[in-house]
Every structure is written in structure tokens, then in C-alpha cells.
């Protein structure tokens, strides 16, 4: 049995946009996918050990970006974000409704053995450093090193 | 070997089959999963996707109440 592979490029830090990439990468995972994700720029708010808003950065401007951009619990909806109340609306939707939550799914993928991965160039652009994760993050990787993973698999730009 | 059960009836997609998968993670070979279930998309990806990752679906089985069912998965 030959694995299959599904490696995503999660660029965005948008609530709705990461819920959607580990909605595919648990989803694939559970059935035999080997899953590798890749966070570069925004999307790497999903990585960050502290959840809310903190000043990660290596100097002024990079920590307001830090305290501006937050982690997974501050994460805006692209649509109906209404100053932050979206997201709120929206987890409570999905709980009401059974679905898992943006949480609940990060927690699944970190169970199921996916591949998380840190773009270089973007920790280095916004001061973040490997310590700043999750300790889940397996590397820090550039362009190169990502295509050789991805090879021979699909991959998904989110 | 032992028999564990595992209620998803309440759960969506993906989390019907991402719970069965870590579930079956956990099990030792030879241990058996009955996964209660609904009809329609959870009834048709679980018992395939454990096909093929390989696990033995023993039996799919319709309970008392309607729409509801049983699966029995072998690792």
C-alpha cells in the first residue's frame, strides 16, 4: 500500500481559512494520508504557544505586529469578523452544532501525527523564533526543503 | 483482546472518521471498535477508510433505532 500525500501551504491566519486547513489535513490524515503542513506568514499565528495577543518580535515594530497579529484565539474571520465578535459567533455556532471547533481540530491533527512546519523567511520578517511554538512544529524549513516534501503528493495554497 | 466502543453520532465531518482513526491508534492488534454511527456520510467513509488502511470491518449492522448503526472494526 503505497502512502498518499496532502502537504498545504497555510498562509493565511484567518479563522476560517485555518479551520478549513485542518479540517482537510485531520480529515486526510484519518484516512491514511501522510500530512504535511506548511505556515508561512500569517498563518503561522496557529503556531504560537501563546494564544492571544503578546509582543513575540525581535524588536519594536515586530512585537506591535506580534500584539496586532495574536495566535490561534485571536485569529479574525475574513468575512463578518465585526471587530473580533465574529470568531466568537462562529465557535459558538460550531459548538451548538456539533462541529469541531478550530481548537478541537488543531488538537486532532497534533494526535494524528501531522507535519507541521515553520517558513524561515516569514519568522525571520515577523522576529518569530522556533521557541515561540507549539513544540509540535518538527522543523523550520525555506521553499526548497518543502518542495522536496511535497513531491509526489498534492498540494493545497490556503 | 478486548472490544471498545465509540459513539460518533453526534460528530460531523471530518471528526466521525479522525475519532475512529485515533481511537483504532489506540487499540492493540486483534482488539475490535464498535462505532455507533449515522446513516448517509459517516456510514459510508468509516468502514471504508478503515478497509483501506487496512483494518478488518467485521460487521455493519443497523441498531433498534432507525438510521442509526453499528460498526465493527478489527485491528
Known amino acids: 500500500m503505497t502512502t498518499k500525500k496532502l502537504s498545504i501551504i497555510a498562509f493565511s491566519g484567518d479563522f476560517d481559512k485555518l479551520t478549513a486547513v485542518f479540517t482537510l489535513a485531520t480529515g486526510a490524515a484519518a484516512v491514511g494520508y501522510e500530512v504535511n503542513i506548511f505556515f508561512t506568514f500569517w498563518g503561522l499565528d496557529a503556531l504560537k504557544i501563546k494564544q492571544g495577543r503578546s509582543p513575540l518580535g525581535s524588536n519594536w515594530l515586530t512585537k506591535v505586529f506580534g500584539v496586532m497579529m495574536g495566535g490561534l484565539k485571536a485569529s479574525p474571520t475574513t468575512r463578518f469578523n465585526f471587530c473580533g465578535i465574529g470568531p466568537k459567533i462562529f465557535r459558538y455556532l460550531m459548538r451548538k452544532n456539533n462541529v469541531a471547533t478550530l481548537e478541537e481540530l488543531v488538537e486532532a491533527a497534533k494526535v494524528l501525527g501531522i507535519n507541521f512546519y515553520a517558513c524561515e523567511m516569514a519568522m525571520h520578517i515577523l522576529g518569530l523564533k522556533k521557541e515561540d511554538f507549539i513544540p509540535e512544529v518538527k522543523d523550520v524549513l525555506g521553499v526548497a526543503s518543502f518542495l522536496k516534501l511535497s513531491e509526489g503528493g498534492q498540494t493545497l495554497f490556503i | ?75
Open chain 2, 1 to 75: 483482546m478486548a472490544t471498545y466502543n465509540l459513539d460518533v453520532t453526534k460528530d460531523h465531518c471530518p471528526m466521525t472518521f479522525v475519532k475512529t482513526k485515533i481511537e483504532l491508534n489506540k487499540l492493540q492488534k486483534g482488539d475490535v471498535l464498535q462505532v455507533k454511527l449515522l446513516e448517509g456520510e459517516p456510514l459510508e467513509n468509516v468502514p471504508r477508510s478503515a478497509r483501506e488502511q487496512g483494518f478488518n470491518v467485521l460487521s455493519v449492522t443497523e441498531t433498534e433505532t432507525k438510521g442509526v448503526y453499528n460498526v465493527e472494526i478489527q485491528k
